[in-house]
Nanobody, 127 residues
Framework: QVQLAESGGGSVEAGGSLRLSCAAS????????MGWFRQAPGKEREGVAA???DGNTKYADSVKGRFTISKNTLDLQMNSLKPEDTAMYYC?????????????????????????RGQGTQVTVSS
């Protein structure tokens, strides 16, 4: 059983930065892909960044060059934030998904849920 808890969300103006943290009861990549996804009201869930069991990282095109996921802590550093980044952000772990699948356009879980996920932290970016 993996327990995940996010923190670090908040409100920021466009162009600002936030760092999200994910406290995991067991931090291991062995057999798991771990990372972040987000969901905004009325929008499809989107995989943002992921690390696979080999330590390879992948990012959604929408955040590439602005977001960085830490291989050691799963922290998500978000720079140059845009209003369209406003969403609830979740830390998750799933042994059935690859990092590429995690950030592929569309809902990575196609309506189902990741095997493990936290309760989420809200990020609001104002223009």
């Amino acid at each position: 059983q993996v327990q995940l808890a996010e923190s670090g969300g908040g409100s920021v103006e466009a162009g600002g930065s936030l760092r999200l943290s994910c406290a995991a009861s067991v931090l291991t990549y062995h057999g798991y892909c771990m990372g972040w996804f987000r969901q905004a009201p009325g929008k499809e869930r989107e995989g943002v960044a992921a690390i696979d069991s080999d330590g390879n990282t992948k990012y959604a095109d929408s955040v590439k060059g602005r977001f960085t996921i830490s291989k050691n802590t799963l922290d998500l550093q978000m720079n140059s934030l845009k209003p369209e980044d406003t969403a609830m952000y979740y830390c998750a772990a799933d042994p059935l998904l690859s990092a590429a699948g995690w950030v592929h356009p569309g809902d990575p879980w196609e309506g189902t849920e990741p095997v493990y996920r936290g309760q989420g932290t809200q990020v609001t970016v104002s223009s």
